[in-house]
Nanobody, 120 residues
């Protein structure tokens, strides 16, 4: 069974830093892309950052320059370092893994989410 387990969420003051991590287990296919999405109350889930197996990264405009995503391909683990946090960053953060089978069938997996709250 494929599982993605997030850790590292919590409460932080504006301007502070926080890191979250996500470890995937049970995958039978190579992971093409891993990333982080977030969802605030009453809002759509949105992309935060992704990293491909080739180490290419993509960031939402709202987090560029503040967040850094990294990936350990050997351990199927993705990290998100969040600096200069703002109250607008408050959301449930979800880990995502995007895979392709040998038949080129896409498969998406999601973690259960971890709460990040930025408040004074």
């Amino acid at each position: 069974q494929v599982q993605l387990v997030e850790s590292g969420g919590g409460l932080v003051q504006p301007g502070g830093s926080l890191s979250v991590s996500c470890a995937l287990s049970g995958s039978r296919f190579d992971i093409y892309r891993m990333g982080w999405y977030r969802q605030a109350p009453g809002k759509q889930r949105e992309l935060v950052a992704t990293v491909t197996s080739g180490e290419g990264t993509n960031y939402a405009d709202s987090v560029k320059g503040r967040f850094t995503i990294s990936r350990d391909n050997a351990r199927n683990t993705v990290y998100l370092q969040m600096n200069s946090l703002k109250p607008e960053d408050t959301a449930v953060y979800y880990c995502n893994a995007y895979m392709l089978t040998l038949a080129h069938t896409p498969i998406n997996y999601w973690g259960q989410g971890t709460q990040v709250t930025v408040s004074s």
